[in-house]
């Protein structure tokens, strides 16, 4: 096959691109590498996922474009069977000081891949995100137990399902851009019949994930406590997230494209057997390092959920799928790659 992941040199699209490359697929990585710049003062080696690539796969190609040009997406996805759909803006603060560039990127950006692919009658993947159901999560009564917060409606013991209402709430610029793509793609699978997946995902981390503080935060936890580095915890630390090993949301993709399903929506993440709170992580940080950094505690940002768990049994009966990798697993690999590679976050 050939496949094309837009933002194929971030975190997420560079395992992407590396599985499909493994199996012998020709692997276009279509990327303006404008990450590079958010992250050149902030994490590591910018460019790390796409050397990463080109030093070990020959048959992974770049195509340096920009998912805004609609011109250049559909020069790109000529002849392709496959489009794995991972670029975007990805942090829900830059999305409040600049909107205009995050519509543009997760919303314009996205749309002109889905008409690339209605063009070229390519299958999607399209990666979205927990945050289309803004602050309707914060809706669900919690209460407090330890050190985290569990949802108290015994309707969310499983977590929070697809039909969870997605409107008639405050989102961010961030949930807004991404909901509009989200339901452009579910309509371009309607109206077009195009086989496409929606991903709503939680929280996903893994090696090669250059956390900084407003995006990827267990890889910044883990970089932080390994470099000495300060965390700012926004609240009192006990807010739960599920997370996903990147490899499981990989294979969770590979299962869709090679299904017989033709157009499906699925909270992807750790689900309710893989949840952390941001003070689980630090306790779990230190008895895997015996090292603790200094932790600052500030306000709640308005647009922080206390809890939010993915339903996965969707997954689980249509892909036959779910996670493999525990959260402690996980993040001994995450600590052994960030500690093999510790000069380049110093």
């Known amino acids: 096959m050939v496949i094309l992941v837009t933002g194929g040199a971030g975190f997420i699209g560079s395992h992407v691109a590396e599985h499909y490359a493994k199996e012998g697929n020709e692997v276009i990585v279509f990327d303006n590498l404008s990450r590079a710049d958010v992250l050149k003062k902030r994490a590591g080696e910018p460019l790390y996922n796409w050397n990463y690539l080109k030093n070990n796969y020959r048959n992974v190609v770049l195509v340096k474009d920009d998912v805004r040009d609609f011109k250049q997406v559909k020069s790109a996805l000529k002849d392709v069977d496959t489009i794995v759909h991972t670029a975007a803006?990805?942090?829900?603060?830059?999305?409040?000081?600049?909107?205009?560039t995050d519509f543009e990127i997760n919303a314009l950006g996205t749309f002109n891949i889905l008409e690339a692919a209605r063009l070229n009658d390519a299958a999607l993947v399209f990666c979205s995100t927990n945050k289309v159901y803004g602050e309707n999560v914060n809706q669900i009564p919690v209460r407090e137990e330890g050190k985290r917060y569990v949802f108290a409606d015994e309707k969310y013991r499983d977590g929070i399902p697809e039909a969870f209402p997605t409107d008639l709430c405050a989102h961010s610029p961030y949930g807004c851009s991404k909901?509009?793509?989200?339901?452009?793609?579910?309509?371009?699978?309607?109206?077009?019949?195009?086989?496409?997946?929606v991903f709503r995902m939680s929280c996903i981390y893994g090696e090669r994930q250059l956390g900084v503080e407003d995006q990827g935060w267990v890889a910044w936890f883990v970089i932080a406590t390994l470099t000495d580095k300060p965390i700012t915890i926004y609240g009192d630390g006990k807010q739960v997230m599920d997370v996903l090993h990147v490899s499981d949301l990989v294979e969770a993709f590979n299962k869709f494209l090679n299904s017989n399903l033709k157009h499906e929506v699925f909270?992807?993440?750790?689900?309710?057997?893989?949840?952390?709170?941001?003070?689980?992580?630090l306790d779990l940080l230190k008895s895997l390092t015996r090292k603790s950094p200094k932790v600052f505690?500030?306000?709640?940002?308005?647009?922080?959920?206390?809890?939010?768990?993915?339903?996965?049994?969707?997954?689980?009966?249509?892909?036959?799928?779910?996670?493999?990798?525990?959260?402690?697993?996980?993040v001994k690999r995450l600590i052994a790659w960030v500690s093999s590679n510790l000069a380049m976050f110093k």
Do not use: C, M
């Open 297 to 330: 505690f500030a306000n709640w940002r308005p647009v922080d959920q206390k809890v939010y768990i993915s339903n996965i049994s969707k997954s689980k009966r249509l892909l036959g799928w779910e996670p493999k990798v525990t959260p402690e697993d996980g």
């Open 89 to 100: 803006q990805v942090a829900v603060t830059t999305s409040l000081s600049d909107p205009r």
């Open 179 to 197: 909901l509009a793509a989200d339901l452009y793609v579910q309509d371009y699978a309607h109206t077009y019949g195009l086989k496409t997946g």
């Open 267 to 281: 909270n992807v993440g750790g689900g309710p057997k893989n949840t952390l709170s941001l003070l689980e992580l």
